[in-house]
């Protein structure tokens, strides 16, 4: 079975300071790992993803992320962040597949990042 | 707009009342996903199709819950005798199965029981 633990339910911060996103997982298997974004009144997004390589990936809006298997931690980092960025964030992670494909995904309870002016 | 599509985007029902909830992928993904999403939480997932086939479903899918993906396009999600509890945020997300794993979710269908 697999856990995802997003240790801060929120995140205040001013706009054009740095952030980040703290996020650990549990799993026996190998896994992929997502971060989706949630805009008010909107669906997920996808912000980025760590398949396999390089364990810093690169998402849109500026963010990023890096993949640490000794700590199986996955956090989210952003060297500035803007007005626009205020929303829930989900980190996410999923078993690799028999065929190497994702299956379903195991949420945390996500981080509502707010930033002020 | 992710390009997946999910009808009626708002229900009020009464207890014990069936709702059915209309999924429509992306056209080219095979693999089709519900979650469910209640307030503070993040989405659960409670079953997935590809194609046709429906090849997961969650403990957390009761006899009351059923899906279906009769032609391997749209799907539905059915509760039956509703009750408060089922009160959420029902979420579809559809992907290629081989080779790309994103995800993409439709806008959800936000269930109110009363």
């Known amino acids: 079975a697999q856990s995802v633990t997003q240790l801060d339910s929120q995140v205040p911060v001013f706009e054009e300071a740095p952030v980040e996103l703290r996020c650990n997982y549990s799993?026996?298997?190998?896994?992929?790992l997502f971060w989706y974004v949630q805009y008010p009144n909107q669906g997920l997004q996808l912000l980025l993803k760590y398949l396999s390589g390089s364990t810093l990936v690169k998402g849109i809006n500026g963010f990023e992320a890096e993949f640490n298997k000794s700590q199986t931690s996955f956090h989210l980092r952003k060297p500035s962040v803007h007005i626009s960025d205020t929303a829930e964030y989900f980190c996410a992670v999923s078993d690799r597949g028999d065929t190497g494909t994702a299956s379903k995904l195991t949420f945390g309870t996500g981080t509502r990042l707010q930033v002020m002016l | 707009d992710t390009g997946v599509s999910q009808d009626p985007r708002h229900k009020i029902t009464k207890r014990g009342q069936n709702v059915t909830f209309r999924c429509d992928p992306i056209?080219?993904?095979?693999?089709l996903y519900w979650y469910r999403q209640t307030l503070g939480q993040g989405p659960e997932f409670l079953t997935y199709f590809q194609n046709e086939a429906q090849l997961e479903k969650s403990r957390l899918l009761s006899d009351r819950f059923s899906a279906e993906r009769p032609k391997g396009s749209f799907s539905t999600l059915e509760i039956q005798r509703t009750e408060q509890g089922d009160s959420a945020m029902y979420l579809c997300a559809t992907n290629q199965g081989a080779d790309y794993n994103e995800q993409f979710f439709g806008p959800g269908t936000r269930l109110t029981v009363l």
């Open positions: 056209s080219e993904h095979n693999r």
């Open positions: 799993s026996s298997v190998s896994v992929y």
